[in-house]
């Protein structure tokens, strides 16, 4: 298994500014996924980011929105830029357990709220 | 596309009753299935975790099957105690490594 924490736990933000969020797991890993949970909703995948190569983002997401970097196979960081209230929700990072089963791990996720 | 679904969407049980728990599927083409329970505010937790070509996977008192071909699992909770009062989510990973999840099962159990 694998442990990943993430920081901040929660943050409340202005409209207009920008968040990163950090992610570091205890093991190396190959894939590592960024999902956003809006209000009472389920999890979308929002990225994919490999140790280097380009994020991979999924519809309805773009790069300038949400940048991506992944510097090396235990950290990743998520920006969530210029803000508005809509973007209010948790943000998790998880990973993939590094063996053939593709098991996925979670960190504790980030609570963010956009006044 | 892949698309799952969860039913019922809210279960709420008294202490030490057995239940279950049903996920849908479109497409076939999984990689895995994996079960996983979110208490309110928290991340995830895994419960299970399926292969394509595996049939079930138990942890005390959780079971949960897989039906590749119909395109559905349960997960089944026998016993239910407080504690087992959380959202249970049910995740599908199909091609690309991408997972789908539903929009999950929130489950109280009472006292």
């Known amino acids: 298994s694998a442990v990943i924490s993430q920081k901040p736990s929660r943050d409340i933000c202005q409209r207009g500014t920008s968040l990163t969020i950090q992610c570091q797991v205890d093991s190396q890993v190959t894939m590592m996924f960024w999902y956003r949970q809006q209000p009472g909703q389920s999890l979308t995948l929002i990225a994919t980011?490999?140790?280097?190569?380009?994020?991979?983002?999924e519809s309805g997401f773009v790069i300038d929105k949400f940048p991506i970097s992944r510097p090396n196979l235990t950290f990743s960081t998520l920006t969530v830029s210029n803000m508005s209230p809509e973007d209010s929700s948790i943000y998790l990072c998880?990973?993939?357990?590094?063996?053939?089963?593709?098991?996925?791990?979670f960190g504790p996720g980030t609570r963010l709220t956009v006044t | 596309k892949q698309e799952v679904t969860q039913i019922p969407a809210a279960l709420s049980v008294p202490e030490g009753e057995n239940l279950v728990l049903n996920c849908s599927f479109t497409d076939s083409a999984i990689y895995n299935l994996q079960w996983f329970r979110q208490d309110p505010g928290k991340g995830l937790t895994s419960l299970l975790l399926i292969q394509s070509s595996q049939r079930e996977q138990t942890s005390g008192r959780l079971n949960a099957s897989l039906d590749k071909s119909s395109g559905r699992s349960t997960l089944y909770i026998a016993a239910s105690q407080p504690g087992d009062s959380a959202t249970y989510l049910c995740?599908?990973?199909?091609?690309?490594?991408?997972?789908?999840f539903g929009a999950g099962t929130r489950l109280f159990v009472k006292a």
């Open positions: 980011a490999n140790q280097g190569s380009e994020a991979t983002y």
């Open positions: 998880s990973v993939d357990g590094g063996t053939q089963s593709y098991e996925q791990y």
């Open positions: 995740a599908v990973m199909s091609g690309g490594f991408k997972t789908i």
